[in-house]
């Protein structure tokens, strides 16, 4: 069996394998493969729940019918490396120089599933029994749309009536040390596309136009006056940024006919997407514009909080690293805003957090990760599934 001072090299050599595959969304290139092959040979029953050109992997085995249902999701997929010449190394032939690991995906996210699928590995052969269940949730759709990922086989396994308890996000949370930031939730975020109409004209003649400019300003300095919440225990207060205004022909002398505004909402807990478009379109409705709107939801927001879950991640991290952990809802979306909502009718919500390496490379040229977090990643990994399928309850 696998001794815990042999994660390095165990995790070390799946993460190379894996970075070598070129799986930029959504492709797989096979990652899912070897993934697969191993959580098999650890026992696991494996099906691919596929959509469009999606791949999404789920394993899970059962210990014990008693006991918790753990789930430990990620995704096989990168973001475009961008020009190789800017790379030290290339992107997908993964290199160790200066005890890091350097290649597209070494951080976010193919060493936390590597170091996932040692600790799983190295827990069904120890002679401690684990209860309940365990379930491995991959997709190759993260970084992309996120239709056809997770969003899509949580679908399809609610349909089931399976449903986790607790879920572990691998995504880089970590800030300077392995396990000093744990990710908690996330922001929701909304997109709107406003489209003020007027009638176009001479400026020379503006009794015969309609300046929707001159229209829109009133309710715009509203709109972004407006005191959303003053945020709570987990999240900053709710903002509206506008990011763009466009109208005009160019021309000095022409009143536009149309204004078009987009503008994002970084919104908490305590507010609905639903509940936000009412406010602001009754807001429109009072300035009597003539406008209208289009919403594109990027995601709603969730929350985890202290519990069971947290409870046993916190304690991992500590017996590990000695520190606790800041428990935090900044960044951007992840697969954990479909994870948390995951619900059967009058279910709870899935606790969820998301723990993972260091995040200071991710996404730029010369990805990389310290040889150094691997080992204790995996351990902290493995402490808290014996946790929360232990045996003795
Ligand atoms: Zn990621």
């Known amino acids: 069996m696998l001794d815990a001072n042999q994660f390095d090299s165990a995790v070390l050599e799946l993460t190379t394998a894996l970075i070598s595959r070129v799986s930029v969304t959504p492709e797989d290139a096979g990652c899912q493969d070897i993934i697969a092959e191993r959580l098999e040979k650890a026992g696991f029953s494996v099906e691919w729940i596929d959509a469009g050109d999606v791949r999404n992997l789920w394993a899970t085995r059962t210990f014990a019918a008693a006991g918790a ?31 890091r690991l350097y290649g597209r995906g070494a951080a976010d996210m193919k060493s936390s599933l590597a170091a996932m699928v040692v600790a799983v590995e190295h827990l069904v052969e120890s002679d401690k029994p684990l209860a309940g269940t365990l379930s491995f949730l991959l997709t190759s759709d993260e970084e992309g749309d996120a239709i056809h990922g997770t969003r899509h086989a949580v679908e399809v396994l609610n349909a089931r009536g399976i449903r986790p308890d607790f879920c572990v996000v691998g995504e880089p949370s970590s800030s300077h040390h392995v396990g000093d930031v744990v990710r908690c939730g996330r922001r929701g975020s909304l997109n709107a596309t406003l489209n003020v109409r007027g009638v176009q004209g001479h400026v020379a003649y503006p009794q015969d136009a309609d300046n929707p400019i001159h229209g829109a300003l009133a309710a715009l300095a509203e709109l972004t006056g407006t005191h959303w919440d003053d945020g709570n225990e987990y999240y900053p207060p709710t903002s509206l940024q506008i990011s763009n205004i466009n109208a005009g022909t160019g021309a000095t002398n022409v009143i536009p006919g149309s204004l078009e505004i987009k503008f994002n909402l970084r919104f908490n807990t305590l507010q609905t997407s639903d509940g936000i478009q009412t406010t602001i379109e009754g807001l429109l409705d009072r300035h ?26 916190c304690a991992a ?70 946790h929360l399928l232990s045996a003795a309850g």
């Not at 753990?70 to 120089?97: C, K, M, R, Y």
């Not at 009597?288 to 985890?304: A, V």
């Not at 017996?319 to 709870?348: A, Y």
């Open 288 to 313: 009597q514009l003539d406008y209208d709107i289009e919403w594109q939801l990027s995601g709603e927001p969730f929350l985890t909080e202290r519990g069971a879950l947290t409870a046993a991640v």
């Open 69 to 99: 249902h753990l789930l430990l999701a990620g995704h096989t997929d990168v973001v475009p490396s961008g020009p190789e010449t800017e790379w030290n190394t290339p992107p997908f032939s993964p290199t160790v120089q200066n005890d």
């Open 317 to 386: 991290i500590e017996r590990e690293t000695g520190t606790e952990p800041e428990l935090s809802t900044s960044g951007g979306t992840s697969d954990g805003r479909f994870i948390s909502p995951w619900c059967k009718p009058g279910s709870n919500q899935v606790e969820v957090v998301e723990l993972g390496p260091t995040n200071a490379t991710i996404h730029k040229v010369n990805e990389c990760i310290d040889l150094a977090q691997m080992a204790p990643l995996t351990r902290i990994y493995a402490d808290i599934v014996r």
